[in-house]
């Protein structure tokens, strides 16, 4: 019984720190590589139309 009692919290506590790892870290470093790659793509649609009218 105190074994399985030991084992439950010890899930309990794993389970809510990868919970909170996902929620304080992944999450926000979600957010930030969305807009780094958004601009990436501005900057290439400008890379390409520059590169259209040069060869026009």
Known sequence: MLI???????????????????????YPWHNQLDEEFKALKTEHRQLLQQLRIANK
Request: glycine share 4%; hydrophobic share 65%; net charge positive.
């Open 4 to 26: 399985t009692r030991g084992i439950s919290l010890v899930n309990f506590a794993v389970a809510s720190s990868a919970l909170a790892f996902q929620v304080f870290v992944l």
